[in-house]
């Protein structure tokens, strides 16, 4: 069946969501691109075309050439903004000791966008110096083998403090969302 332009829409946003609750927001979890057609009611070609063109937008990616396939970070992002439920700890620091792998790749995603807003924020010199001191101490933790979960932790509370103050309600929730709030 040849989709309208809005149905492919619908049906990638569909799609999205459902491959997002399938690997529950893990980066790393692979799943069929036909398993997550069908639990949408696609047709197994509909399910690939769909597929494409996620891929071509950056969401997802192919894991293996039997239409094995992933969520990517911007994935992530946009299945948070559509609404998507639930979702794992890999958007959360976690409570062991060390950061694992997949949550590394979360908070570094959250990181990268959290720094890019901070110029916009119009901080004073004093919480601008905070925060830039709370993500620097971060990037040395994650440049270690065993990053260390409560270092961690303590930054981004300070970040959370210097969010709110600031009133950056979208940067605030992803920090909260890292911290399991």
């Given at each position: 069946m040849?989709m309208?332009?809005?149905?492919?829409r619908e049906?990638?946003?569909?799609?999205?969501?459902?491959?997002?609750?399938?690997?529950?927001?893990?980066?790393?979890?692979q799943?069929s691109?036909?398993?997550?057609?069908t639990?949408?009611?696609?047709?197994?070609?509909?399910?690939?075309?769909?597929?494409e063109?996620?891929m071509?937008?950056?969401?997802?990616?192919?894991?293996?050439?039997?239409?094995?396939?992933?969520?990517?970070?911007?994935?992530?992002?946009?299945?948070?903004?559509?609404?998507?439920g639930?979702g794992?700890?890999?958007?959360?620091?976690?409570?062991?000791?060390?950061?694992?792998?997949?949550?590394?790749?979360?908070?570094?995603?959250v990181?990268?966008?959290?720094?890019?807003?901070?110029g916009q924020?119009?901080?004073?010199?004093?919480?601008?110096?905070?925060?830039v001191?709370?993500?620097?101490?971060?990037?040395a933790?994650?440049a270690?083998p065993?990053p260390?979960t409560?270092?961690?932790?303590?930054?981004?509370?300070?970040?959370?403090?210097?969010?709110?103050?600031a009133?950056?309600?979208?940067?605030?929730?992803?920090?909260?969302?890292?911290?399991?709030?």
């Open positions: 040849r309208s332009p809005e149905e492919l049906a990638k946003e569909r799609f999205l969501l459902q491959l997002f609750e399938k690997t529950d927001g893990e980066i790393s979890a799943v691109m036909y398993e997550v057609g639990a949408i009611t696609l047709e197994k070609d509909d399910a690939q075309k769909v597929a063109e996620l071509a937008d950056g969401l997802i990616e192919v894991r293996t050439l039997s239409g094995g396939i992933g969520i990517t970070r911007e994935g992530v992002e946009a299945s948070d903004r559509k609404g998507a639930g794992s700890g890999a958007r959360t620091l976690g409570d062991g000791p060390v950061i694992v792998p997949e949550k590394c790749e979360a908070l570094d995603g990181l990268c966008d959290l720094k890019a807003r901070a924020l119009n901080l004073a010199f004093e919480p601008l110096s905070e925060l001191a709370d993500f620097r101490t971060i990037d933790q994650m270690s065993n260390k409560p270092i961690v932790r303590a930054c981004l509370e300070s970040v959370r403090a210097v969010l709110q103050k009133g950056d309600t979208e940067g605030l929730q992803k920090v909260q969302q890292m911290l399991g709030d």
